[in-house]
């Protein structure tokens, strides 16, 4: 399981202030800590850059790309920030996401076959709506994968989002399961063994889990990880919770684990 | 999925003392100290007792009993001692446990019966070696259930413990994730939810974890929770693994679970 770095993000007020004046050094130190803290690819979170979209994703990538070789994520809405993002990119990139909704199939998706990179689709409605079970996910899944062929990209490109779901909502703790039956069992319902990440930070966001923020992090990224998981986003500096995510590695993966890497 | 407390254990010397004086004191203390932290269970561990088994299996269940309403399970190869231990009980007992063995089948599984009590059946081989595979785990577990049915035992007193192994073995961490999968899939190869137990100090016992021990514990830990176990036989004091066991719950019992237990 790699683990993915979502530090980068434009709700972080440092990474806000440095993309307004083009300073690349607090985001060149805060990408260095990333790696440094065990982080397997870079998430650039951007927001919509509604202003100056192509200056601004071309900066933000050239400036991650100038301090590491790590894969770096292109997140963003914006199909104009993300083609520019694509072209700086000198490394290896990977689109997040696009999903059914229809502004996204038209304007996000063919960009992972014009740039030949990997691309994450989200199971979530075309209107945004968040499924309620395994079986609607499953369902998702295969339109995108449907979507994926109709526009003749190579399945292997395709990491599929089953998008996680604050554990504080109605049915939040029944989603958590699901999730695990999705990361399971997607391979098998898609006919190939399809790459999967999940943020898991969406698990403890918003209110009602008193405090125990981390400590359902670091429950939840085991199960995760032994449903097969591919890829985990999350805060690379919640440091206790990357040392679970090091330590799933002997557990799930008996075949490449190396005792000298715990 | 409880916890079981593993500390009542004869290799404890101060459990060893209190018992060759028969002194109650340090196990009431011990005990109680275990059901503050946490415990659902308390495994009384005496070892074969070989001098004096009814004599001293009966002082070890009196005394435990004397301080907590929790479940026992009386834990000795010796059938006298445990016969003498489900006399004893005046709460609720569990046998652990028997396998394949001759002499278990002969002497420890018709105690199930006399008693009325549940039982654990491990998935070893008749001459005690330790199956490879998930494989030969539900084979054994089918001739586990056969040895119940064959002495009419309600198969509902069955708890199947599939023996984790140290992960320092040359095939530790490939059978790690047999454990998970025997688990996980059990309930349909039996034909009814059958309940599970794994004992979660074995995984880093013995060399090669390089301190590691209770970062594999508490990573290793929820992964057999989302697996379906139904008890966690384990070191009831390591406070950081047992908060993340007590945290598992939301994740893995949507419809039981409420906010206020976490």
Not at 86 to 95: P, Q
Request: charge should be neutral.
């Amino acid at each position: 399981m790699q683990l993915i770095a979502d530090n980068l993000h434009i709700v972080n007020s440092s990474v806000r202030n440095a993309l307004k004046k083009l300073n690349p050094e607090p985001i060149k130190e805060l990408v260095t800590k990333c790696e440094m803290a065990g982080a397997d690819v870079i998430d650039i979170n951007s927001g919509p850059l509604t202003r100056n979209p192509v200056g601004k994703m071309t900066f933000l990538v050239e400036t991650v790309q100038s301090v590491t070789n790590l894969p770096v994520m292109i997140d963003t809405a914006n199909p104009i920030a993300m083609e520019a993002g694509l072209k700086a990119n000198k490394k290896t990139a990977i689109i997040n996401g696009f999903s059914l909704e229809p502004v996204k199939l038209e304007q996000i998706l063919p960009l992972a076959k014009k740039y030949k990179v990997d691309i994450i689709g989200y199971l979530l409605y075309p209107d945004g709506r968040v499924p309620n079970d395994a079986s609607e996910r499953f369902s998702l899944a295969i339109e995108i994968l449907q979507a994926i062929q109709n526009q003749n990209i190579d399945q292997n490109q395709l990491i599929i989002d089953p998008v996680i779901v604050p554990l504080s909502w109605q049915n939040g703790s029944k989603q958590a399961r699901e999730i695990l039956d999705v990361i399971q069992n997607l391979p098998d319902i898609l006919g190939f063994p399809v790459k999967t990440i999940a943020g898991l930070s969406n698990l403890a966001s918003g209110h009602g889990y008193k405090g125990k923020r981390l400590l359902l992090e670091k429950t939840y990224l085991p199960m995760l990880a032994s449903a097969g998981l591919s890829m985990a986003l999350l805060n690379i500096f919640h440091d206790k919770t990357i040392e679970v995510g090091k330590a799933c590695e002997p557990l799930v993966n008996p075949e490449v684990f190396s005792w000298a890497e715990l």
